[in-house]
């Protein structure tokens, strides 16, 4: 009995190929996804413009203005600080391409850790990206990772204590939502943290909206997130959602947990700050395959089953929890906070036309309130 021999030649050119059809779709991660803001946009920026030793790097990304005729208070609203959560940028993006400010300002960062939209998570074979349909056309987006690339800034301490002084474990130290307030000198994660922090200061924001999702079996799901200086602003928001069919829980800001947004924009900056966290089962560990629908439709058989096992904090059942519903809960959030900033805060108040009604999202799609692409 003869056993043929695969030729080296040919296991080479194999290997050849496998590395330039999977090379080039990394590469293609580095490219910055397509935005097309609204009429509504009166200047659009850089982070470095507020620090600009970010400049030039991976940490850089754009912010987008949108400033009122009329004298108001001036918000922030953030999405991809974890690339990985992908109904915040949506939602940030869905504003950017919609809103007109009437009065006040509103600042909106898309991809606040830009590098983190440039790989994936690493052994958990999720998509690098995923299309949203809209009247003309699909729109693709990157499904990036939970922290900064490591091409960008490695290695990783054993131990990382951050500039809250909390000890972590090392990958953390590419985690931004971990990383604040930063630091002017520290890595490229707390330089883009520090960054963000000069804006606030610059720019007098008095509200901050940090927007994420989280597995459907994490206790803090669906919730809002706030700091002691927003506790009003977030229990007026609360009861406006209540009353809209809006299931969403209040959660304080742990003093003692420190470097997140909901933390250090309090303390470190004194302003009303707040993370909106909805449930995304593509996010989570009891998951079946990862693919780019489970991030769009969020339907998954196991996660049916672990609702029926009373292993989850939000129901979940054939549906799903699809991307249109994330984004509309942040979008629906993000209206009720501005309108509570209104009613406690009138001298500081942010008026916003055009913030897609989260039913209307619901009805018509997501992509009817995406700009069809170029």
């Known amino acids: 009995m003869s056993i043929r021999r695969t030729s080296p030649f040919i296991l080479s050119a194999l290997t050849l190929v496998v590395c330039f059809f999977s090379g080039r779709e990394f590469l293609a991660m580095r490219a910055a996804d397509e935005i097309r803001p609204g009429p509504g946009l ?4 850089r982070l470095s413009d507020y620090f600009p030793p970010l400049k030039g790097t991976p940490g850089d990304t754009p912010v987008y203005v949108f400033q009122g005729p009329a004298a108001g ?8 600080t974890h690339p990985n959560e992908p109904a915040g940028t949506i939602a940030a993006v869905v504003l950017a391409e919609n809103i007109r400010t009437a009065k006040g300002k509103v600042l909106i960062i898309p991809w606040a850790n830009a ?13 690098q990206r995923y299309e949203i349909s809209t009247p003309g056309g699909r729109r693709s987006f990157r499904l990036g990772a939970r922290v900064t690339n490591p091409v960008h800034q490695w290695p990783d301490p054993t131990i990382y204590v951050n500039p809250g002084g909390q000890k972590l474990a090392g990958i953390e130290s590419r985690n931004l939502n971990r990383a604040y307030p930063g630091k002017p000198d520290g890595s490229l994660t707390e330089r883009v943290a520090f960054a963000i922090m000069a804006l606030i200061k610059a720019e007098g924001v008095v509200l901050g909206i940090d927007l994420h ?7 803090v799901i669906n919730a809002i997130v706030f700091h002691e200086n927003g506790a009003d602003l977030a229990a007026t928001a609360q009861m ?17 947990l420190r470097g997140l947004s909901h933390r250090e924009w309090g303390d470190a900056a004194g302003i009303m ?7 995304n089962a593509s996010h989570g560990r009891l998951k ?5 629908a489970l991030v769009v439709d969020g339907q998954d058989k196991f996660y049916e089953k672990a609702a029926k096992l009373g292993r989850l904090f939000v129901p979940f059942g054939p549906a799903g929890i699809p991307l249109d519903e994330r984004v509309a809960r942040h979008l629906a959030g993000v209206s009720a906070l501005l309108e509570a900033l209104a009613e406690i805060a009138p001298a500081k108040a942010v008026s916003v036309e055009n913030i897609p009604a989260a039913p209307a999202v619901l009805t018509q799609g997501l992509g009817a309130f995406l700009r069809p692409p170029d």
Do not use: C, I, K, W
């Open 73 to 80: 208070g001036s918000v922030l609203v953030v999405g991809g």
């Open 115 to 127: 590098s983190g939209f440039t790989h994936s998570d690493p052994q958990e074979a999720s998509p």
């Open 288 to 292: 079946g395959r990862p693919s780019a």
């Open 42 to 45: 009166t200047a659009a920026r």
């Open 273 to 279: 700050a707040v993370l909106l966290e909805t449930a």
């Open 213 to 219: 999702e989280s597995a459907p079996e994490y206790p």
């Open 240 to 256: 406006s959602l209540q009353a809209e069919g809006y299931d969403f829980r209040l959660e304080a800001s742990p003093p003692n």
